[in-house]
């Protein structure tokens, strides 16, 4: 199971984009997850079973996003498509999870 964890950061807009103002308040997030948790069911040892997460931009301008690779070495995290700079507003941006597990039991990560 990899559950989404809403990593609230607060960083000046001014260091990273040239987009000052943004329509989100401050306790929610730009991008939303399409789940809060992806769970991989009836696995393998060392069969690797892949699940596409989406984020949506809650923005009125395109934004950036990244997600930090697992701590775990069952998963990995890589976006779906080709390498893209910024989401569009209202737009989603898919990521790929891959599980490949050593053993059957229960395994968890976070995403960030």
Request: net charge positive.
């Amino acid at each position: 199971m990899a559950a989404v964890k809403k990593k609230m950061d607060l960083v000046s807009l001014e260091d990273t984009t040239s987009q000052k103002k943004s329509r989100v308040s401050m306790d929610q997030a730009l991008f939303e997850p399409s789940v809060k948790v992806v769970e991989f069911s009836e696995y393998e040892p060392f069969t690797s079973i892949e699940k596409v997460i989406k984020f949506r931009n809650n923005d009125y301008v395109a934004r950036r996003i990244r997600l930090e690779q697992p701590s775990s070495p069952y998963f990995e995290v890589r976006q779906s498509r080709a390498k893209q700079s910024k989401v569009a507003t209202g737009m989603e941006l898919g990521f790929v999870v891959k599980f490949t597990p050593s053993e059957v039991r229960e395994y968890r990560t976070e995403l960030v």
